[in-house]
């Protein structure tokens, strides 16, 4: 049967839309960014409605977060049957089953074989903010280890640890003192025929050969914070061997291994996490984002034997609403019961396809991706590889007019990221949209 989207009627925003723009405009925040006009009115599965009734195909899931769609019934259900039993308690310091029930999952489901303990937060920035806090409380040492081109985060602390965009950081200092940041292994623009191991070795002697011998002691060094693979950075996937590394390095030297798999996890790359593809468990692991399929809801999923602190160390007033938790634990058997495996197997799909693209296409100089967390990368020239924001600016613009719904990351990549529900029609029609507009723009 066709389906009814995506179907676009003139040019966008149309009216219903363009009155909302201007009434936000005119009273939100200044610090609101806005990629485009997109005014949703509904979603369902990979489709998003707008007001006025133009119909989208969404290949960013809202930056991955809306890992089971825009409203899986399962989900809904879910949210509206923990709503009509109590919308609060505060989990911090009273009971309830979803809370213990959501903990028990995730502490299950977190890599490695050892115990582990969860602290429910807000959102992503919250759970790195928290893993700040206790990496320090754990190894009574303070400075952090971060990569440049990371995100972890908005407040003081997460932001101190991010390095992605300048703006994220002008008029704000000074941050939270004692975080050095060291280069991220990028395949992308390595020397050509460089290994993966030597890419890993020469990271790794950036952080011990360089940082640990010149300017800092790696005995004041609480944690290294990585993401398994750079999201916000420019989906940038790190070579094989890379988190094994830093493991080494962090064992070797007494300091927390902390993932931020808020963007990777969760089903996203085919396994329930990222570092699984490496085998590699870490001290601290941060999730949030897919994990309540749109519901706020994020964790701190650390080892029995580094969260030692004691009751009253550290708490939030919402983080875990019930509400919340039920949306969670409904996308984790969302994901588990399926939708990590079609990740895993239209994520072949949609780098082929990606990759069939670039090779129509000069202007793409690299597609890299796992399950459906894909990046394309759009650069001046291959030879050169100097990034093309302007490029990826102009597809991600012309794709909204067309009815696919993009969104950039790094200097000049676009992500393909769609719901996890998404299957092979979807993704074909995704990828014959994003030729036509690579053709147009
Ligand atoms: C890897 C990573 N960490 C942390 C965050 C911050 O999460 P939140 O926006 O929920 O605070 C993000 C958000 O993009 C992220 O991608």
Same mark, same amino acid.
């Given at each position: 049967?066709?389906?009814?989207?995506?179907?676009?009627?003139?040019?966008?925003?149309?009216?219903?839309?363009?009155?909302?723009?201007?009434?936000?405009?005119?009273?939100?925040?200044?610090?609101?960014? +806005?990629?485009?006009? $997109?005014?949703?009115?509904?979603?369902?599965?990979?489709?998003?409605?707008?007001?006025?009734?133009?119909?989208?195909?969404?290949?960013?899931?809202?930056?991955?977060?809306?890992?089971?769609?825009?409203?899986?019934?399962?989900?809904?259900? *879910?949210?509206?049957?923990?709503?009509?039993?109590?919308?609060?308690?505060?989990?911090?310091?009273?009971?309830?089953?979803?809370?213990?029930?959501?903990?028990?999952?995730?502490?299950?489901?977190?890599?490695?074989?050892?115990?582990?303990?969860?602290?429910?937060?807000?959102?992503?920035?919250?759970?790195?903010?928290?893993?700040?806090?206790?990496?320090?409380?754990?190894?009574?040492?303070?400075?952090?280890?971060?990569?440049?081109?990371?995100?972890?985060?908005?407040?003081?602390?997460?932001?101190?640890?991010?390095?992605? +965009?300048?703006?994220?950081?002008?008029?704000?200092?000074?941050?939270?003192?004692?975080?050095?940041?060291?280069?991220?292994?990028?395949?992308?623009?390595?020397? #050509?025929?460089?290994?993966?191991?030597?890419?890993?070795?020469?990271?790794?002697?950036?952080?011990?050969?360089?940082?640990?011998?010149?300017?800092?002691?790696?005995?004041?060094?609480? #944690?290294?914070?990585?993401?398994?693979?750079?999201?916000?950075?420019?989906?940038?996937?790190?070579?094989?061997?890379?988190?094994?590394?830093?493991?080494?390095?962090?064992?070797?030297?007494?300091?927390?291994?902390?993932?931020?798999?808020?963007?990777?996890?969760?089903?996203?790359?085919?396994?329930?996490?990222?570092?699984?593809?490496?085998?590699?468990?870490p001290d601290i692991m941060l999730s949030a984002?897919? $994990?309540?399929?749109?519901?706020?809801?994020?964790?701190?999923?650390?080892?029995?034997?580094?969260?030692?602190?004691?009751?009253?160390?550290?708490?939030?007033?919402?983080?875990?609403?019930?509400?919340?938790?039920?949306?969670?634990?409904?996308?984790?058997?969302?994901?588990?019961?399926? $939708?990590? #495996?079609? *990740?895993?197997?239209?994520?072949?799909? $949609?780098?082929?396809?990606?990759?069939?693209?670039?090779?129509?296409?000069?202007?793409?100089?690299?597609?890299?991706?796992?399950?459906?967390?894909?990046?394309?990368?759009?650069?001046?020239?291959?030879?050169?590889?100097?990034?093309?924001?302007?490029?990826?600016?102009?597809?991600?613009?012309?794709?909204?007019?067309?009815?696919?719904?993009?969104?950039?990351?790094? +200097?000049?990549?676009?992500?393909?990221?769609?719901?996890?529900?998404?299957?092979?029609?979807?993704?074909d029609r995704g990828l014959e949209l994003l030729?036509?507009?690579?053709?147009?723009?």
């Amino acid at each position: 049967m066709p389906r009814s989207y995506p179907a676009v009627s003139g040019p966008l925003p149309g009216p219903r839309a363009r009155a909302i723009v201007d009434r936000d405009r005119a009273f939100t925040s200044h610090a609101y960014l +806005k990629e485009y006009p $997109l005014a949703i009115a509904r979603g369902e599965g990979v489709m998003v409605e707008d007001v006025d009734g133009n119909r989208f195909l969404d290949f960013m899931s809202g930056i991955a977060v809306s890992s089971t769609g825009y409203g899986h019934p399962r989900v809904v259900a *879910a949210v509206q049957e923990a709503a009509a039993k109590f919308l609060h308690i505060c989990g911090s310091d009273f009971y309830f089953e979803g809370m213990a029930a959501l903990c028990e999952r995730l502490a299950r489901l977190a890599p490695g074989s050892t115990p582990k303990r969860v602290f429910l937060t807000n959102s992503g920035t919250e759970a790195t903010e928290g893993a700040i806090k206790l990496a320090r409380h754990a190894t009574r040492r303070t400075a952090i280890v971060a990569f440049k081109g990371a995100f972890h985060g908005r407040t003081t602390g997460a932001l101190a640890l991010t390095s992605s +965009k300048a703006r994220q950081h002008a008029g704000f200092g000074p941050l939270l003192p004692d975080v050095h940041h060291v280069a991220y292994p990028n395949r992308y623009r390595a020397p #050509a025929g460089m290994s993966d191991a030597a890419l890993v070795a020469e990271a790794i002697d950036g952080i011990e050969g360089d940082l640990f011998t010149r300017h800092l002691d790696p005995k004041d060094v609480a #944690a290294i914070f990585v993401e398994p693979v750079q999201g916000e950075g420019g989906y940038l996937f790190p070579p094989d061997g890379f988190l094994k590394a830093l493991r080494d390095l962090c064992d070797r030297h007494g300091i927390l291994l902390v993932f931020d798999e808020i963007q990777c996890g969760v089903g996203r790359t085919g396994k329930m996490w990222a570092c699984e593809h490496e085998g590699v468990e870490p001290d601290i692991m941060l999730s949030a984002k897919g $994990l309540g399929s749109g519901m706020p809801i994020g964790a701190l999923i650390a080892r029995e034997s580094v969260d030692d602190w004691k009751g009253g160390a550290h708490g939030s007033t919402f983080g875990g609403n019930p509400v919340c938790c039920a949306a969670a634990l409904a996308t984790l058997d969302l994901v588990e019961g399926g $939708l990590m #495996a079609n *990740a895993a197997r239209l994520g072949e799909r $949609l780098i082929a396809g990606a990759r069939a693209l670039a090779g129509r296409h000069e202007a793409i100089g690299d597609v890299r991706g796992r399950g459906l967390m894909v990046g394309m990368e759009f650069v001046k020239s291959r030879a050169g590889k100097e990034p093309d924001p302007a490029a990826s600016r102009r597809v991600v613009d012309t794709a909204f007019q067309h009815g696919l719904l993009l969104l950039g990351c790094g +200097k000049s990549v676009i992500r393909l990221a769609p719901p996890l529900v998404i299957d092979e029609v979807d993704i074909d029609r995704g990828l014959e949209l994003l030729g036509a507009v690579l053709s147009d723009a």
